[in-house]
């Protein structure tokens, strides 16, 4: 009994965030002392669409981001990670695509922000994008490295002694098996560009008005029911994945 | 293999940290099956009558201009920059800004501030995450708890600042609930718990993301490693519980976890946003300072921005290689 | 010859896996290559696959040097110790593998891969994903695909050393009955003594990256330094 007491109350505390930021989005009016907000109202939520906020189009904003990355980020470093993982050198070029990460991205964005002005990329989408790319291809070529294996050769390998080019062993073998990690990767890409702050701001100077960088702008204006409601749209894509992925996990893992 | 979702904080980490592990490990979060792969001991022979070499170029080229290539250009620039090499104001090579930094207290109290919040936040937390695991294992292997326990790591550190803020502040809500309880008369005698110079919001927000993940990881190294096996042949050899667990699963469990517990200290170190809502004016971390610097109308602080940059790599990417290194015999065939 | 080795020479950095290895296979036979763990035999079979090329020496295929020929254009199926069955198809599907590969028309399709399971003794699994099979069952489909693209030569690599004793005696069993059936021409690599004289039609002794082959079973056993003497004498001391 008390056993599952704490357990209820651990899972209370890990949701309680999820909880608070919500009931935040849905206030008016909080002030000190009172523990809740005075009015409620979804007045907040309707601004998502309003003219001047724009939090429905930084929504939109960052999800094509996202999307733009994930897509080919994917895809890329699927095959890029082949050669890597079975070449001679593997474990020197792993130890140069973790270098990235550890680097903090933002001290990158800094390094690399000569760069970007004068190619003319600073402020744009397109430059943001291409300065994810920076970090999201080196993560999506370690994620796959541990998908290529002797066993995953030696697949590649029964299907060209049974005929089949590397074209074929790409589309009927290799990439149903890796359908799994290949969705897992997508996703993952995905939330690190929808997460990604410190790179955006620099890169964009401001002007990418990502998802992010309008949780940050609302904090600075001390406006914390649209810092919560913009929160909630942060959050609300990994959670949705978190519980699809649930279903996924036992609809198809035995 | 399924899907799974994790903040950028973590997400990316968990991957990235399970992979310095010497393995190559997926996670299923409810079920926590795992899929390991050691990458020290593998050296795969290529299949060399089919020649794809063109496309092996072609693939390692496009990982060296998209992972390598931008961060040596950007050190390379920024270590000319700090130089007076290159720049608004170059004057020939100069060592004025390097001595201005190295020279200066703020620097390393910038650097010492930083380890001091990473060693905090991975102290405290790899501390509850492993207490957790060993005297509970099963419940975040299996049931409500082990879906649960990912939820945390899909806020992003920035509206976990943010969060943190909200309960912390002198104005949040654990003032508010202490001044109902009557603890306090007004919100001016809450401690400051934000924007101190201790760093406890900073903490705070770190520890919140850093131990669900530690959580995670331990209970899958636990899984993976047949710890509950090991911990029963220990209570055969006359361990009792509390032995077993700290004897046996704990330091198996940092052992595996070492690189990834090192690696997510270094995050910590570099980490922006949590420091930038939470951090004070008179403290602070290495990213914050960074920006701030190259952000001032002033432009003498470009280049020292750019020392501080480079001295910060030398120093995480000498750890890192270090770190990422370490036993790699076996694999120079 | 349908198949011959001439010298053939590989050497992995300072280690010399190959030195001059030469074979040569008759059609319809099965040929024994007995070896330790490390003495060559899994090189040579890539070599022969195509999936390792030699520093030197050449492979001929009907008389056709096929050295630097790709592996999908040799037909010569390899076949591991593991039967690396496609996860995501099923039984028929995985028997099908190759032939869907060809393109050839649905109904030759089905009609091929219906007549080697049931010679497999395996209809009953069509249906049936490859994690639900036993260890000898999976193993029967690898045969199974490979079987279907009719190679010219099969190469076995150790292909029963994953299962126990009882299934792999009634697999060593399965092949040389479908091996006549199907008039295959294999190279059989193993470890196992036994195991070599059984299935070969003749025997060869892979050291130290050359291959001896002897003329006849006869002559492999007489030879003292293959070990069989040995095993013989241990035998007879117990009765």
Sequence with gaps: MANRLIKYFFIGLLLFPFAFLLLLSLGRGWAYPDVLPQHWTVENWRFIWGIQAGLGRSALLSLSISLGIAGPVTLASFVVSKFIAYDRHRRRWLVLAYLPYVFAPVILAACLQGFFLRAELSGKVWGVMVAQLFITFPYGVIFFSGFWNEHMLAMEQLVATLGGTVRQAYARVLIPIARGALMTCFFQVFLISWFEYGLTTLIGVGKVQTLTLKVFQYVTEANIFYAALASCLLVMPPVVLLWLNKKYVFSRVG | ?333 | MLLQAIDIKKDFGQEEVLRSARLELQAGEMLSILGRSGSGKTTLLKILAGLESPDSGQVLLEGRDITRLAPNERNIVYLYQEPLLFPHLDVFENVAFGLRLRRLPGEEVSDRVQRLLESLELPEQADKMPHQLSGGQRQRVAFGRALAVQPKVLLLDEPFGALDTETRASMQELLQHIARKFDITALFVTHDLKEAILMGSRIGLMQEGELKVYENKQAFIGDTTTGVQQELDFWRGLG
């Design chain 2, 1 to 333: 293999m399924v899907v799974k979702s994790r903040s950028q904080a973590a997400h990316q980490r968990l991957c990235i940290s399970e992979r310095a592990l010497g393995h190559n490990v997926t996670f299923h979060p409810a079920t926590c099956d795992v899929l390991t792969f050691d990458v020290s001991t593998c050296d795969v022979q290529t299949f060399r009558a089919m020649k794809p070499h063109y496309a092996k170029y072609l693939a390692l080229g496009l990982f060296l201009a998209l992972a390598v290539l931008p961060l040596l250009a950007g050190l390379g620039y920024v270590l000319a920059y700090s130089l007076g090499l290159v720049g608004f104001r170059s004057a020939g090579l100069t060592l004025v800004h390097w001595e201005a930094v190295l020279g200066s207290t703020f620097f390393w109290r910038t650097l010492a501030f930083s380890a001091y919040v990473a060693v905090m936040t991975i102290g405290l937390a790899v501390g509850a995450a492993l207490w957790m695991v060993v005297t509970r294992p099963q419940a975040f292997l299996q049931g409500s708890l082990s879906l649960f326990i990912y939820f945390p790591l899909s806020i992003p550190a920035i509206v976990m600042a943010f969060f943190v803020f909200q309960m912390l502040s002198g104005g949040g809500l654990l003032s508010r609930i202490g001044y109902q309880l009557g603890l306090m008369e007004g919100l001016e005698q809450f401690p400051g718990l934000v924007n101190d110079t201790w760093g406890i919001g900073i903490i705070t927000a770190h520890f919140l993301m850093a131990a669900p993940f530690f959580v995670i990881l331990f209970a899958n190294l636990y899984d993976n490693e047949k710890l509950a096996a090991l911990v029963q042949l220990a209570r055969t050899l006359g361990a009792n519980p509390r032995q077993a667990a700290w004897r046996v699963a704990a330091p198996v469990l940092l052992q595996r976890a070492f690189a990834a517990i090192v690696l997510y200290g270094l995050f910590v170190m570099g980490a922006y946003e949590a420091p930038l809502l939470l951090g004070s004016q008179s403290q602070q971390m290495v990213s914050v300072l960074t920006i701030q610097k190259l952000q001032r109308f002033n432009l003498a602080d470009i280049p020292q921005a750019y020392v501080i940059s480079v001295a910060y790599a030398v120093l995480v990417l000498t750890l890192a290689v270090w770190l990422l290194g370490r036993g790699k015999r076996g694999d120079a065939r």
